[in-house]
């Protein structure tokens, strides 16, 4: 990464911040890894001040900065108090099936969990959504008959069946 790209990096106006107890580094990396448009950004440590109050060894890992699809992300080490739950999730729209099953098995890979309607868990317990990019028009749409059909098509679905779902579309 360039300087001024890090720069640029820094100051965004708005980041998502991801807590880990102490995968931080481990998980930029990886979710780097998963999606071709990404880039490592910088690596703060923590210094040997505030360890009465932060108890993370000196010049272990503090923050991760990284980038996914042009979205800016900070990881941070700062303890296991606080765990991911799905009140919170990532999306990724999908225009193929290809995409969707590519997603689906490196988001899972390595202790991922499978959930129901697209959801799922990546091994660091942070939830995603790996749906088509199309269901927002059809969920929207005006079609009433056709939008219920292909929510009874993907209801029970764990990874999306675009196949599937176009077939519920047309009333197949």
């Given amino acids: 990464m360039h ?11 708005l980041a ?19 999606f071709k448009n990404a880039k490592l950004g910088r690596t703060a440590y923590y210094p040997d001040a505030g360890q009465d109050i932060h ?22 080490n700062a303890g296991p108090m606080f765990k991911f739950n799905e009140a919170i999730s990532l999306q990724i729209p999908c225009e193929t099936q290809e ?10 890979a390595d202790g991922g969990q499978e959930s129901q309607c697209g959801w799922l868990k990546d091994k660091f317990g942070l939830s995603w959504q790996v749906f088509p990019d199309f269901m927002g028009d059809i969920l929207t749409g005006p079609d009433r ?6 929510m009874n098509a993907f209801m029970p679905m764990k990874k999306f069946d675009m196949a599937a779902i176009k077939k519920a579309f047309k009333g197949e």
């Fill in 3 to 13: 300087k001024e790209e890090i720069v640029a990096l820094a100051k965004r106006k």
């Fill in 16 to 34: 998502t911040c991801l807590w880990f107890d102490k995968q931080a580094e481990e998980a930029a990396k990886f979710y780097c890894s998963v």
């Fill in 55 to 76: 108890a993370k060894p000196a010049n272990s890992v503090l923050t991760v900065e990284f980038e996914l699809e042009g979205m800016a992300f900070m990881a941070l």
């Fill in 99 to 108: 995409e969707i099953d590519y997603y689906w098995s490196a988001l899972t």
């Fill in 145 to 150: 008959a056709a939008a219920a059909r292909v």
